[in-house]
T-cell receptor, first 111, second 112 residues
Framework: TQLLEQSPQFLSIQEGENLTVYCNSS?????LQWYRQEPGEGPVLLVT?????EVKKLKRLTFQFGDARKDSSLHITAAQPGDTGLYLC???????????FGTGTSLTVIP | DSGVTQTPKHLITATGQRVTLRCSPR?????VYWYQQSLDQGLQFLIQ???????AKGNILERFSAQQFPDLHSELNLSSLELGDSALYFC???????????FGQGTRLTVV
């Protein structure tokens, strides 16, 4: 069982559509990060959410941290082909030192 | 550019051999993490060092070992290589008292 479960695992949508990716855990995190990884490249940090209920916007991307700090979501508005990639949530639970990655969501935006 | 440097970028070697992957963290970062990513797989955590000391251990095989040196660069040693060890190996670093990780470009290891 993974500490951070993401859904959906795969997502294929048309350009211009909206989508939401979810990251869930039974553990409490002091913060969660979202990364995007393109094939053959290292993950690139998009955002860190720290406060329960926090909402952060990055252009067409909106990130939310759950009130209980056990979950997070990423919403993309009007998806573009350049948004294609593997989206990963990650963080260190309050109970440990290890940095965990989520199971990942592979997004394909079709022109 | 994340500031994390990994060398080499590509490595092809035969089964049974031993290789060393090198990572230079971002200036000021004390933590170094190593991850393995096989084809179409997620990032598998191997090991974390903080300021020269091992801090956390993940699914790292006994044939693999790592260390972090006084100048904070890290090396991942892979020995008795098997075909299944072919993967992308990523190093990441994070600053003190922060949880974000910044990744290098990875080393693509191919075992033939």
């Amino acid at each position: 069982t993974q500490l951070l479960e993401q859904s959906p695992q795969f997502l294929s949508i048309q350009e211009g559509e909206n989508l939401t990716v979810y990251c869930n855990s039974s553990s409490v995190f002091s913060s969660l990060q979202w990364y995007r990884q393109e094939p053959g490249e290292g993950p690139v940090l998009l955002v860190t959410v720290v406060t329960g209920g926090e909402v952060k916007k990055l252009k067409r991307l909106t990130f939310q941290f759950g009130d209980a700090r056990k979950d997070s979501s990423l919403h993309i508005t009007a998806a573009q082909p350049g948004d294609t990639g593997l989206y990963l949530c990650a963080g260190t639970p309050n109970t440990g030192n290890q940095f965990y990655f989520g199971t990942g969501t592979s997004l394909t935006v079709i022109p | 550019d994340s500031g994390v440097t990994q060398t080499p970028k590509h490595l092809i070697t035969a089964t049974g051999q031993r290789v060393t992957l090198r990572c230079s963290p971002r200036s000021g970062d004390l933590s170094v993490y190593w991850y393995q990513q096989s084809l179409d797989q997620g990032l598998q955590f191997l090991i974390q060092y903080y300021n020269g000391e091992e801090r956390a251990k993940g699914n790292i095989l006994e044939r693999f070992s790592a260390q972090q040196f006084p100048d904070l660069h890290s090396e991942l040693n892979l020995s008795s290589l098997e075909l299944g060890d072919s993967a992308l190996y990523f190093c990441a670093s994070s600053p003190p008292s922060r949880t974000e990780a910044f990744f290098g470009q990875g080393t693509r290891l191919t075992v033939v």
